[in-house]
C-alpha cells in the first residue's frame, strides 16, 4: 500500500457544502487509478488532497509505518500554468536541479522515457495541448515521486492525443492517479476506476466491472465506454481488458 485514505471530508471556506464526503480509500503501490465523475463532483479537490496540497477538515491519509511519507508529483489540469521556464529541457531539469540531483541526466533519461526528446529545445507554451501535457508528467516525473498525481491528463485531447499520453503512462513505473472525463481511456489505461459523485465514492473496481455498471454511471454523468456498449449491441461478454476487446472486436468484424 502506497497510501489510505480514511473517512476524509473536505469542504472550501466559501462553501455550506461537503466537496468531498466521507472518502475511504486505499492507493496501492505500481497501480494506475482513474477517479471519473461529471464536473463538480469533487475529483479535482480529491486529487490535491491526496497530493497533500489540500489538508482534509476531517479523516485521515495514512502511509505505511515501515516507510517514509512518499513523494508526491502534482501535474495541473492546464499544463501551461505550471511551467516557469523557456525551453522544453529546462522545464524538465528544475525539479531535480531544485533537489541538488543530477538534473541534466535526469532530464535527459525523463525526456527519453516520455518520448519527447525531440521537443527539448521548443518552447513549452509553443506546443500542442497533448505535447504540453506530456511536458508537464516529464516536468513533474523528473523529481522522482512516488506517487504521480494527474488532474484531468486528457484535457482537451481528441481519442488520439488521449492514447498517446496513456501509453506514455503505460510505460512510467510509478503509482499513479488521474482524473479523467473519459470512460474510455480508464477503461483502458487504468488498472482500478473510482466513479466520484457529489464527493462520494459510488463505486471502485477493475474497469470491466465498474464501467459496465449503467445505473452507476448514469448517476454519475458518466458516458459508457464505446467498447462495452458494442459488446452488448453484438451479445458478446465484456473482455477484461482493451486489449482483450481490440481481438475480440476484429475477430467479429473479420
Known amino acids: 500500500m502506497k497510501a489510505k485514505l480514511e473517512d476524509v471530508n473536505f469542504t472550501y471556506e466559501e462553501s455550506d457544502t461537503k466537496s468531498i464526503k466521507d472518502v475511504d480509500l486505499s492507493i496501492r503501490e505500481g497501480k494506475k487509478y482513474a477517479i471519473i465523475g461529471r464536473n463538480g463532483s469533487g475529483k479535482t479537490t480529491l486529487l490535491k488532497i491526496l497530493a497533500d496540497l489540500l489538508e482534509p477538515d476531517s479523516g485521515r491519509i495514512m502511509f505505511p509505518e ?20 523557456r525551453t522544453v529541457k529546462e522545464e524538465v ?7 541538488g540531483l543530477d538534473h541534466e541526466k535526469i532530464a535527459e533519461e525523463t525526456l527519453e522515457k516520455v518520448g519527447i526528446s525531440h521537443l527539448k529545445n521548443r518552447s513549452p507554451y509553443l506546443l500542442s495541448s497533448g505535447q504540453q501535457r506530456l511536458v508537464s508528467i516529464a516536468s513533474v ?3 522522482l515521486p512516488d506517487i504521480l498525481v494527474l488532474d484531468e491528463p486528457t484535457h482537451s485531447l481528441h481519442r488520439k492525443g488521449e492514447r498517446m499520453v496513456g501509453k506514455v503512462l503505460n510505460k512510467l513505473e510509478r503509482t499513479i492517479t488521474f482524473s479523467t472525463h473519459s470512460s474510455d481511456f480508464a477503461f483502458e489505461f487504468a488498472d482500478e476506476v473510482i466513479v466520484l459523485h457529489e464527493g462520494r465514492i459510488l463505486r471502485v473496481g477493475k474497469p470491466r466491472e465498474v464501467l459496465s455498471k449503467i445505473e452507476t454511471l448514469k448517476k454519475a454523468g458518466i458516458r459508457t465506454p464505446g467498447i462495452v456498449n458494442w459488446t452488448r449491441k453484438n451479445s458478446l461478454e465484456i473482455p477484461s481488458s482493451f486489449e482483450e476487446a481490440v481481438k475480440l472486436k476484429r475477430e ?3
Open 141 to 143: 516525473l523528473s523529481g
Open 252 to 254: 467479429v468484424e473479420d
Open 93 to 99: 531539469e528544475f525539479y531535480p536541479k531544485n533537489l
Open 66 to 85: 515501515s516507510e517514509k511519507r512518499p513523494e508526491i508529483g502534482f501535474s495541473p489540469e492546464d499544463p501551461e500554468l505550471g511551467f516557469f521556464e
